[in-house]
């Protein structure tokens, strides 16, 4: 069976594609990520605002502070020693896993 000259081309990307790929992976230049990469700061709950209900709420502040970036909130967590410096930093996720969008 011979193949013909498009047909040659055709394996010729597709080979140089995959080998560029498996070298990449090798040489530590594809990332892969991890379920352990996912950092679990904290549990939150969305208080709703209805009128006529009562809502307690505690008089200190938690140690996360949110930020908007890009349109996304993220949650950065703070030390409580040494002069508020940011332990960990990380996109704020619903359950699903989809980033909740902020507003400027």
Do not use: W
């Amino acid at each position: 069976m011979k193949l013909g000259h498009a047909q040659q081309m055709i394996l010729a990307v597709v080979a140089a594609v995959v080998i560029t790929v498996l070298m990449l992976d090798m040489k530590g230049y594809l990332r892969h990520s991890a379920e352990d990469d996912a950092i679990y700061l904290a549990e939150f709950n969305m208080l709703a605002a209805t009128p006529g209900t009562e809502q307690k709420l505690s008089s200190r502040p938690a140690d996360q502070v949110a930020r908007c970036e890009q349109g996304f909130l993220v949650l950065e967590e703070r030390s409580k020693h040494g002069g508020g410096a940011v332990k960990a930093s990380g996109l704020l996720a619903d359950k699903k896993m989809r980033p909740v969008r902020c507003t400027f």
